[in-house]
């Protein structure tokens, strides 16, 4: 190999070796803001601000419903059960409609949020868990790898992204909220969420919230970390947990 032959290697190769490296994910941070009571009878599933109101889905089979929960207080205003044969999964809200997956009932409910009247349903083969929205689309997760965005005319699907943190697959994908045009991704049975980019399913950083727990005197039955919600006036989150006490107000950092 001569000399010249090297350089025009290293050329090529310097550039693509600092690109990959650039392109690993970002360790974000975060600062509580406020902790405020949170219902500890609610398995969180879906978690949502929208014009300064909040809703949250819960599951269980006989237990599961929707919410609308004081931000400030964590009462809650008003509760509408599901039916006791579901298990309440992710929920979104989309051009005025309300959301709400099933685990393993395939069934997706649509709800009035003004009013939480029942307004269609749809179905879909794979299981359901979390649910959020990029504007246009409903962009679902099942627990796999894969995120798979509908359409909110008929719930068919438009495409699937595979989510991946390089080149290994990111699965058990949870709650979602779509974050500043990223998506943000509970990993369930962890206490770290991912921030994925929609476009590539990349993971463009991961934030690891472990240590919420510590912040809550009587954890009591607290179970896993699973609930995000954006609040576009702040730019903070607001996440909890199943049957956990507490919410958190958080504004990210970088590490």
């Known amino acids: 190999m001569t000399r010249n032959f090297r350089r025009a290697v290293l050329a090529v190769l310097l550039p693509w070796i600092a690109g990959c490296r650039s392109s690993a994910p970002d360790k974000l941070g975060y600062r509580i803001v406020a902790s405020r009571p949170h219902d500890s009878n609610s398995y969180t599933q879906g978690f949502q601000l ?18 609308e929960i004081d931000p400030a207080t964590g009462a809650v205003l008003r509760r509408r059960p599901l039916a006791k044969s579901v298990f309440g999964e992710g929920l979104t809200i989309l051009d005025g409609k309300m959301w709400v997956l099933t685990w393993k009932e395939h069934t997706a409910y649509v709800f009035d949020p003004a009013t939480f ?6 179905t879909y083969k794979s299981e359901g ?18 995120l798979t965005f509908r359409s909110p005319a008929d719930f068919s699907v438009t495409r699937t992204l595979e989510v991946k943190d390089g080149g290994r697959s990111v699965d058990m994908l949870n709650e979602l909220e779509m974050v500043g045009g990223q998506i943000f991704a509970n990993i369930y049975l962890t206490d770290r969420i991912a921030r994925i980019s929609p476009e590539t399913g990349q993971v463009t950083g991961w934030l690891d919230l472990g240590g919420l727990k510590n912040q809550m005197a009587e954890a009591g039955r607290a179970e896993v970390l699973n609930g995000i919600a954006f609040d576009k006036s702040t730019g903070h989150l607001l996440v909890t947990g199943k049957y956990w006490p507490r919410m958190f107000e958080i504004e990210l950092t970088e590490k």
């Not at 929208?50 to 919410?67: P, T, V």
């Not at 009247?117 to 749809?122: G, I, N, Q, S, V």
Request: hydrophobic share 25%; glycine share 14%.
């Open 129 to 146: 868990w979390g649910l959020t929205n990029d504007g246009k689309h409903l962009v679902m997760s099942d627990g796999s790898d894969k």
């Open 50 to 67: 929208e014009d300064g109101r909040l809703f949250e889905s819960s599951g269980q089979y006989g237990e599961s419903a929707l919410r």
């Open 117 to 122: 009247k029942p307004l269609a349903t749809h």
